[in-house]
């Protein structure tokens, strides 16, 4: 089983939709969780941190279930320039106190007029 | 403040020779990762710095990869002699010290190997 599971998708949606993404992770000790935006052919942007048990921004809300081990993404109204690939990423603490995050494959968005 | 930078952006290179690639974090971040994406795969992580020293290095490969940095700023990921799986998309990320923020890496842009 992969420590950070993601479906795929695509998830094609129109302009204005409301979607969800979920990430299950396997590993309790993880600490703190990422969203990361992915553009194709370019790096991993962050767009939000989810420390406790979730945290909004605008249209985007992260949710945080530690009972459950997954994390949730939902972005509501959604824009065209919303389509990119959507990476989890879960955090675990390394010794000498850096940080070792594992994603997992990413879930394609793809939004359509 | 500028980003996290790599260079080069693309590399094509033979089975057997050697590449280096370099990363430049984000200014006054001690904290310096290497990840790389392979066809198909998820970003994986290879190694993390703190200042000019390993903390852990337990996602190498093997002993072809070989990463520095020297003096605690930039950083170099050699590999030598390269294999075709060693194509991918090889990140870069970097991290404050500051601890509220100290979880949040942001990447650079990337380089792309190619092994022929």
């Known amino acids: 089983r992969k420590e950070v599971e993601q479906d795929p998708g695509p998830f094609n949606v129109p302009e204005g939709a409301t979607v969800a993404f979920n990430c299950t992770y396997s590993?309790?000790?993880?600490?703190?969780f990422f969203w990361y935006r992915q553009d194709c052919r370019k790096e991993p942007k962050l767009l939000m941190s989810?420390?406790?048990s979730g945290n909004e921004d605008g249209r985007f809300t992260a949710q945080l279930n530690r009972a459950s081990q997954y994390i949730s993404l939902l972005i509501r109204d959604s824009k065209l320039s919303d389509s990119a690939t959507y990476l989890c990423?879960?955090?675990?603490?390394?010794?000498?106190?850096?940080?070792?995050?594992?994603f997992g494959t990413g879930t394609q968005l793809k939004v359509e007029l | 403040e500028a980003g996290v930078t790599q260079f080069p952006s693309h590399s094509v290179i033979e089975k057997g020779q050697t590449v280096t690639l370099r990363c430049d974090p984000i200014?006054?971040?001690?904290?310096l990762y290497w990840y790389r994406r392979v066809m198909g795969k998820e970003i994986k992580f290879l190694l993390h710095?703190?200042?000019?020293?390993?903390?852990?290095e337990s996602g190498m490969p093997n002993n072809r990869f070989l990463a520095e940095r020297t003096g605690g700023t930039y950083s170099t990921l050699k590999v030598q002699p390269a294999e075709l799986e060693d194509s991918g998309v090889y990140f870069c990320?970097?991290?404050?010290?500051?601890?509220?923020?100290?979880?949040?890496?942001?990447f650079g842009p990337g380089t792309r190997l190619t092994v022929t």
């Open positions: 990320a970097s991290t404050p010290t500051v601890a509220d923020r100290g979880n949040e890496q942001y």
């Open positions: 590993n309790s000790a993880s600490q703190s």
């Open positions: 989810v420390y406790s």
């Open positions: 990423a879960v955090n675990r603490r390394l010794t000498g106190g850096g940080n070792k995050l594992t």
């Open positions: 200014s006054g971040h001690d904290n």
């Open positions: 710095f703190v200042k000019e020293s390993k903390q852990d």
